[in-house]
């Protein structure tokens, strides 16, 4: 089968080649992968940018949509439609970027009928996690009435899907974004104001001029610090990004005077039961005529030159990768 291959020996390196099937991991489920994804997880895994990858050799790709081949699972049979994010997969355990996963069951969500496999990762990772951000805010009470909801890094993959969901759901929705020439295709996605990312980046006061009832940040850092301070009183800010950094150069003024909550969103081990919730509300949730709209569809062989883009932050919305291709 073909796959991109991460090895570590004299140098770090990441190739497309043949696999042999005799190679795959462990697992009581094997996919036929159809489609997978170019996240900023990704991106660090085969561009060496990071230490992500924790073992090798090691096939990246830490989303996958596509049909059960074989199963020693109860759970699924040959022929289950399926969708998987995270749980190591790409970092600990071979991933997507593969024509064939090897996977364990617990680790899978039955693919919801509303998508197609390339659909499903046109949300992928990032749209799962937009999700769950929206479900924290819903469930610590911030509601459209409340106020603006900013999200930040609102071109990528998580901000696109993050300024869809909340604009359909009736949220009045700012974008924080570096790509000023990107403001026709955010306002298309539903924000009703741009703002630029510089205006959030730089070192701020401990606390700011009251403005959000929440916020969905994908960046960390200054751009973090400085949403929390001007988060109006009992404002909800949910982190699940660090394109910024991994700092947070803040004060504890927001928390402790105006009531802020800064709810942290992991998507990598959250619980099975989550997952599907997740998955549902997003088939209900998630304007379907924007999934073409934030997908840029390539080849496997096309996946390498892409990581290396994605990391140079000119790639827009989701990296769709074709695996058959």
Not at 85 to 94: D, I, L
Request: negative net charge; hydrophobic residues 40%; glycine residues 12%.
């Amino acid at each position: 089968m073909k796959g991109i291959l991460i090895t570590k020996d004299d140098d770090y390196k990441a190739e497309l080649t043949d696999i042999s099937e005799d190679q795959l991991p462990e697992g009581d489920v094997t996919v036929e992968v159809e489609y997978s994804t170019l996240n900023y997880k990704d991106g660090l895994a085969i561009t060496g940018t990071s230490p992500v990858v924790r073992s090798f050799p090691m096939v990246p790709g830490i989303d996958i949509a596509g049909t059960v081949l074989d199963s020693s699972s109860d759970k699924f049979s040959a022929g289950d439609k399926v969708v998987l994010n995270g749980w190591g997969v790409g970092e600990t355990h071979w991933g997507g970027l593969a024509e064939k996963a090897r996977l364990k069951s617990e680790w899978l969500v039955p693919l919801p009928d509303a998508f197609s496999a390339k659909q499903a990762m046109a949300i992928g990772t990032a749209g799962y996690t937009s999700m769950l951000c929206v479900m924290a805010l819903e469930k610590q009470g911030v509601t459209p009435d409340k106020g603006e909801i900013i999200v930040s890094g609102a071109v990528g993959g998580v901000g696109s899907v993050a300024v869809s969901i909340l604009a359909k759901l009736g949220y009045t929705v700012v974008a924080s974004t570096g790509r000023p020439d990107q403001a026709d295709y955010l306002k298309e996605l539903g924000a009703s104001d741009i703002i630029n990312r510089e205006d959030l980046s730089s070192p701020g006061r401990p606390l700011g001029k009251e403005r959000w009832a929440g916020a969905v940040d994908t960046v960390g850092s200054h751009t973090l610090a400085n949403i929390c301070a001007s988060t109006k009183y009992g404002g909800v800010v949910t982190a699940c990004g660090l394109a910024q950094g991994m700092d947070f150069p803040a004060s504890v003024a927001p928390f402790i005077l105006r009531g802020v909550i800064l709810n942290g969103i992991d998507s990598v081990y959250c619980p099975i039961e989550t997952r599907i919730e997740a998955w549902n509300r997003l088939a209900q949730d998630l304007d379907t005529k924007h999934i073409d709209l934030i997908t840029n569809e390539i080849k496997l062989s096309d996946a390498i030159g892409a990581a290396n883009d994605l990391m140079n932050g000119t790639v827009r919305g989701r990296a769709v990768v074709n695996v058959k291709s």
